[in-house]
């Protein structure tokens, strides 16, 4: 083949596989499930909370919504939604969490209790963590292990729709940079 053909099938095949990345990217879900959209903006508004999939009831304290992502925010690897727990000391309830993958563990309260995080606000960045069980490679198949969530920004006091930095501390998922939101009930 001439230099000239060659170059217009590389620059054929370029254009192909941008185009596939293009549709691929852009099929893929937002995992809040929030506006119906595939990718909002960081600082788009959306609802109040989530939606869930789930036949409990919505929560009727603040929720936290959170989304990680791999690389960058063009979409989330994995997502939490929290209600907030009043009590002393104060921690979140884990209502979701949902991977990019289709994976979903829902905690309804009744079923399945609802895991705890506890809010360490002395540390810096404020900081929620709990245990989690995953897969593993042993005997029985899964393991407990630590995880947490830095919240850059946090405010209990302060629900809104305003999106802050977070970080994803956790050996199952990776440690992860992310943002979450503090919604009112």
Partial sequence: MTRIALIALSLFTALLISAGLYVYLDATPDLSASSGRTHAPPDAPAPASP????????????????????????????????????????????????????ERSDFDGESAPRPRWALDRSAEPARIAS??????????????????????????????????EASLKSVYYQNLPGKCRLASA
Avoid: M
């Avoid at 929290?82 to 979701?96: K, S, V």
């Avoid at 407990?144 to 969530?149: L, M, R």
């Fill in 131 to 164: 245990k989690v069980t995953v897969p593993a490679a042993n005997q029985t198949g899964t393991a407990v292990e630590d995880i947490a969530i830095e919240l850059y920004g946090f405010d209990p006091a302060a629900p809104g729709q305003r999106w802050f």
């Fill in 51 to 102: 939606s869930l999939r789930t036949a409990a009831a919505p929560p009727s304290a603040p929720t936290l919504y959170c989304q990680f992502y791999v690389f960058v925010e063009s979409q989330p690897f994995v997502a939490f939604l929290f209600e907030l727990d009043r009590g002393e000391p104060l921690g979140f309830h884990q209502i979701y969490a949902a991977k990019a993958n289709g």
